[in-house]
Every structure is written in C-alpha cells, then in structure tokens.
T-cell receptor, first 113, second 114 residues
Framework: DQQVKQNSPSLSVQEGRISILNCDYT??????FLWYKKYPAEGPTFLIS?????DKNEDGRFTVFLNKSAKHLSLHIVPSQPGDSAVYFC????????????FGTGTRLQVFP | DTGVSQNPRHKITKRGQNVTFRCDPISEHNRLYWYRQTLGQGPEFLTYFQNEAQLEKSRLLSDRFSAERPKGSFSTLEIQRTEQGDSAMYLCASSLGNSHYEQYFGPGTRLTVT
C-alpha cells in the first residue's frame, strides 16, 4: 500500500532549464508535505515543505505546489544546476494518528551542462 | 549545531550476530526517529521517541529489533540474530516537534549482513 507515489524514477534536464518533480498521495489525512534531496552515501537533506493550508511555498530556486483536490504536489527547480543532481524524495505527514513521515520511492534528477 | 550524527557509518556482520547503532540528535530536538532504507526505496519508518518515551513502532520492527533513548538524548537501535534481509541503510532523524516540523536526518549506518 504505497500512500506516497513518485511515478517517475528518473528525470534528465539541461542546466538552466526548469526541473519539475511530481508526487501523488492517497491518504487525505496528510496535511504536511516535504521534499528531501539525497546524495549517495548521505542521509536525506531537507529542502522545502508545505502545509495543506497553502497551495504554494517558495524558497529561492525551489517552489513546491500543492493541489489538494488532486492529491498531487510538485517541486519546481529554476534554474536547474549540475549540483542539483541527486535523488529527490517526497514525504507526507500530519496524519493525527502518527508523527511518522511516509516517503515516496524517489526520483533521480540529472542536470547536464 | 553539528547536526544529527550516527555511528558507525558502516557495519559488516555475519548472520546471527547482534549489532547496535547509535544516533545523536540535534541537541534541542525532543523527537527522534529511526527509518530503514533499502535500494530503490524511500526511507521506511521503524520507530520514534518523544524524549525517552517510545511512542510508536512499525510492524517492520520485529522482536529482534529494539530501540532505546534512555535519557532523552542519544538513541540506540539493536538488531539481534541478524539476517541477510536486515541489510539496509539505517537512518536516524530528529525534530523539534511532531510531524508538522521538519525532520533532519543523519548520514545513516549502512549494515551488510553476510
């Protein structure tokens, strides 16, 4: 039962262009969403989050959009840089029954020159 | 602020041996989480603590697994009678509060059971 899904295992984008990473969820109790970036042999690094009371949150080059009716969120990176090449995980939380985060399976982003 | 630290970073053990991992959270964080990550998957929740109280355990956490946070600071995760299926990256995270707060992860401990 995959409650958080990232259907694109990989994405390749040219430097300077926009990267769009997508995430879908099924549990309507989720009300807090986060994106993490992970390099090989390191733990996930927190990038940006959004509460369900918002539909957009922006931090520098990173913007997260939330569409609650579609149970969909996306991460936009503009402009993409080679250093952004990593695996990106979407995570959801806020179910009042638990404090754990539920993660998607990740999308590997490659930014090429 | 040195972030979340985990030791050891790598552990190779033979099947049937016991192993113990340590996690030191960010000092002011009262919540501490353990996750496990296998190849091609996202982190999967194992258990979490608020201060020294263990509030939830996943069904992934069989009776061979035990976690403690005796003084509400560092935590240990012990796996008894390791099996090859226990091979994974074990991640620790900490946060200031509940799941509406960001969880900050350590570098992980990679366990290989031969």
């Amino acid at each position: 039962d995959q409650q958080v899904k990232q259907n694109s295992p990989s994405l390749s984008v040219q430097e300077g262009r926009i990267s769009i990473l997508n995430c879908d969820y099924t549990n309507s109790m989720f009300d807090y969403f986060l994106w993490y970036k992970k390099y090989p042999a390191e733990g996930p690094t927190f990038l940006i989050s959004i509460s369900s009371i918002k539909d957009k949150n922006e931090d520098g080059r990173f913007t997260v959009f939330l569409n609650k009716s579609a149970k969909h969120l996306s991460l936009h990176i503009v402009p993409s840089q080679p250093g952004d090449s990593a695996v990106y995980f979407c995570a959801a939380g806020g179910d009042y029954n638990t404090d754990k985060l539920i993660f998607g399976t990740g999308t590997r982003l490659q930014v090429f020159p | 602020d040195t972030g979340v630290s985990q030791n050891p970073r790598h552990k190779i053990t033979k099947r049937g041996q016991n192993v113990t991992f340590r996690c030191d959270p960010i000092s002011e964080h009262n919540r501490l989480y353990w996750y496990r990550q296998t190849l091609g998957q996202g982190p999967e929740f194992l258990t979490y603590f608020q201060n020294e109280a263990q509030l939830e355990k996943s069904r992934l956490l069989s009776d061979r697994f035990s976690a403690e946070r005796p003084k509400g600071s560092f935590s240990t995760l012990e796996i008894q009678r390791t099996e090859q299926g226990d091979s994974a990256m074990y991640l620790c995270a900490s946060s200031l509060g509940n799941s509406h707060y960001e969880q900050y992860f350590g570098p992980g401990t990679r366990l290989t059971v031969t």
